[in-house]
């Protein structure tokens, strides 16, 4: 589910409030497919996720998402970072 939250996200699918005290997103449980044409999703030894594929658009997007939940994503000409965590 964080998954598919930080996916919206980066799409721009899920605005969220920006800077200081930011509040939190909360999804209505959408699934990958709802989001995006295709993806593939790998993780590597160092537990970093990897998510590639493109938008219903068509853009291409690339996110990588370590284990801190730092996230560094790019959907077509554009460049996005933030952190995320799961509330619970």
Not at 10 to 27: E, F, K, R, S, W
């Amino acid at each position: 589910m964080i998954i598919n939250a930080v996916v919206a996200v980066a799409l721009g699918a899920a605005p969220v409030q920006a800077g200081p005290g930011a509040g939190a997103i909360y999804t209505t449980g959408q699934n990958m497919s709802d989001l995006v044409r295709d993806y593939q999703q790998s993780t590597d030894r160092r537990g970093t996720t990897h998510i590639e594929g493109h938008d219903l658009k068509g853009r291409p997007f690339e996110l990588t998402i370590d284990r801190k939940g730092y996230v560094e994503a790019s959907v077509g000409f554009w460049s996005i970072s933030f952190r995320v965590a799961d509330a619970s």
